[in-house]
């Protein structure tokens, strides 16, 4: 078990360069199942999520490789079709592999993801989606079981809108029979960046960015070479981090369009933010003001950079307010960040960070992936050193963090404890 120990009061300055997008590499990976052969996706991060879906991708048969940021993926001998416990209780993305496999070999044994630290996460949405398009669904001894020799086209609605559930559906739709039309489908960048790759493999979908598609059923697909988004995520917690310590940070490799709410906040909180084509600069001379956010769904401010935000917000003058409309438990961060001397309430739903008061370095512990990002940024404002523990949430999810603040003026160092 790892920890962090951050040595607060630097102000981060420079240049870092953003990795590919965590959550869309675990959504284009499995598109693998879908063809014979090998495959390559540019632009591939490197952290712990990938590495449980690398090793479910192979424990089926699927051959990898990792050099620098491509990834090669031979799917010409699959042997399996399940996804066991082992793997989804790792990693909730683990079902992502059921649309593929029920869509190409008719048949998928996946784990029933578990619970989640920040509340309630069906998977409703997926199983109905794939039962429109014919599937048969059985949940027995902890596994989905799903057969079909042949998924059928079909209208789904998606009740809620779900990035899960869009890549599930979407990944088998794209190999049923016939017709499909999916409305109030997600169009979070990560899904559009599935369905563009499903397009260049020889899929034919019509729609895509926007909430309704419009599906034709091919009898087969093609591997490619593809490219993974930059990590929005990733990309808004420097920003936020570089505002926070009143830095002047410029993050390159990035898509600004994908992070337009994130900017838009960062600018009425006072920051300063240029923008290119692929990179943004964050400049922060005085105090933040505070400002409100309400994390939901794409176009607004995501709900994996809310805990980042009312780190930030802790420098910030005044109170502001945090509501998360997707995940509205999502405050396990809260008693953590109050260890380090935050003033933060709670209510349903939402929570009211009163900034400006003096931030001293404690032990804290990660709760989530997104959470220990608050904590890091928190210590890298408070007076004194941090100790962080269980960063293997952290890593869940970002690619070298401790390396590239480091590379920023940041003195963040990574032990190994028996403590959890
Ligand atoms: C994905 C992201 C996660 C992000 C979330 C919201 C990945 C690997 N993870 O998670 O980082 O926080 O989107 O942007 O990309 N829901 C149902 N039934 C379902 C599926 C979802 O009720 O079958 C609900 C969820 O409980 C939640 C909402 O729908 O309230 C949105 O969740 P969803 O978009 O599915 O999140 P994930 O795909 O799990």
Redesign the pocket.
């Known amino acids: 078990m790892d920890k962090f120990l951050v040595h607060g009061g630097v102000r981060l300055q420079g240049s870092v360069a953003i990795s590919g997008a965590?959550?869309a590499s675990?959504?284009l990976m499995p598109t693998c199942l879908l063809t014979n052969g090998s495959m390559t996706l540019r632009n591939t991060p490197n952290n712990r999520d990938l590495g449980t879906m690398s090793r479910l991708l192979g424990s089926m048969g699927v051959g990898m490789s990792l050099e620098g940021d491509t990834l090669t993926l031979d799917s010409s001998n699959i042997t399996s079709h399940e996804a066991p416990y082992e793997h989804v209780k790792q990693m909730?993305?683990s079902i992502y592999v059921l649309g593929p496999l029920v869509a190409r070999y008719g048949e998928a044994r996946v784990s029933l993801p578990g619970g989640c630290n920040f509340?309630?996460?069906?998977?409703?949405?997926?199983?109905k989606g794939l039962e429109k398009l014919g599937a048969q669904i059985e949940v027995s001894g902890g596994y989905i079981i799903a057969t079909c020799p042949r998924l059928q086209g079909a209208h789904f609605h998606f009740d809620?809108?779900?990035?899960?559930?869009s890549?599930n559906v979407i990944s088998a739709a794209v190999l049923a029979k016939g017709h499909t039309t999916l409305t109030n489908v997600?169009i979070?960048p990560?899904v559009t960046n599935l369905a563009m790759m499903l397009l260049q493999m020889g899929a034919k979908i019509s729609g895509i960015g926007t909430t309704t598609l419009e599906i034709e059923g091919v009898d087969e697909l093609h591997p490619v070479v593809a490219a993974t988004i930059p990590d929005r995520?990733e990309a808004a917690t420097f920003m936020l981090a570089a505002a926070m310590t009143k830095g002047d940070v410029t993050l390159t490799n990035v898509e600004p369009e994908h992070l337009d709410a994130v900017t838009q906040k960062l600018i009425d909180s006072g920051a300063t933010v240029d923008v290119t084509d692929n990179t943004i600069r964050v400049r922060m001379d005085d105090t933040p003001e505070a400002v409100d956010i309400t994390a939901s769904?794409y176009p607004g401010f995501?709900?994996?950079t809310q805990a980042q935000w009312a780190a930030y917000m802790l420098t910030a003058n005044g109170a502001s307010r945090i509501k998360d409309t997707?995940?509205p438990t999502r405050f396990g961060y809260v008693p953590e960040l109050q260890r380090l001397g935050a003033h933060i309430e709670t209510g349903e739903g939402y929570c009211v960070v009163k900034g400006n008061h003096k931030l001293t370095g404690a032990t804290v512990m990660s709760s989530d992936l997104r959470a220990s990002a608050s904590l890091v940024m928190a210590g890298l404002a408070a007076e004194g050193q941090t100790e962080i523990l269980r960063v293997y949430h952290l890593d869940r999810g970002y690619e070298k963090l401790e390396a590239k603040l480091g590379g920023l003026g940041a003195v963040i160092e990574r032990h190994r404890t028996e403590e959890y």
Not at 119 to 127: E, Q, T, Y
Not at 160 to 165: L, Q, T
Request: glycine content about 6%.
């Open positions: 965590k959550n675990l959504a909730r993305a509340g309630p996460r069906p998977v409703d949405l997926h199983l809620i809108s779900s990035v899960g559930a890549v997600a979070e990560e995520i769904i995501p709900t994996d997707i995940y």
